[in-house]
Nanobody, 125 residues
Framework: QVQLVESGGGWVQPGGSLKLTCAASGGTFSTLTIGWFRQGPGKEREFVATIDWQDRTIFYSDAAKGRFFISRDNGKKMVYLQMNSLKNNDTGVYYC??????????????????WGQGTQVSVSS
């Protein structure tokens, strides 16, 4: 079983950038599909981006497309989420999770497990 820990969140003004990191321990990281989700205040957890174990398949939510970029370093057991041109409604707690099977478009949260504790991203002026 893999353990995931998110980091890199913080406060940023609209238009700014942040880079989140999902660090894994245990398990066989290089064969995992990893996804980033977020949960805004009073909202349900929603999909942001996912990447499969060989980097061959990447999907983004419509909200993230063109602004966020997911990548992974299997040697370091890390997955990154580079977030650019941040908006107020990007505010929320960002979680990474281990996916069940291959990466798919717009996956539900239930397809992922072993969530980390999350990292808070706050975008405001």
């Amino acid at each position: 079983q893999v353990q995931l820990v998110e980091s890199g969140g913080g406060w940023v003004q609209p238009g700014g950038s942040l880079k989140l990191t999902c660090a894994a321990s245990g398990g066989t990281f290089s064969t995992l599909t990893i996804g980033w989700f977020r949960q805004g205040p009073g909202k349900e957890r929603e999909f942001v981006a996912t990447i499969d174990w060989q980097d061959r398949t990447i999907f983004y939510s419509d909200a993230a497309k063109g602004r966020f970029f997911i990548s992974r370093d299997n040697g370091k057991k890390m997955v990154y989420l580079q977030m650019n041109s941040l908006k107020n409604n990007d505010t929320g707690v960002y979680y990474c999770g281990e996916g069940s099977g291959m990466a798919i478009r717009n996956p539900p949260p239930g397809r992922y497990r072993d969530w980390g504790q999350g990292t808070q991203v706050s975008v405001s002026s």
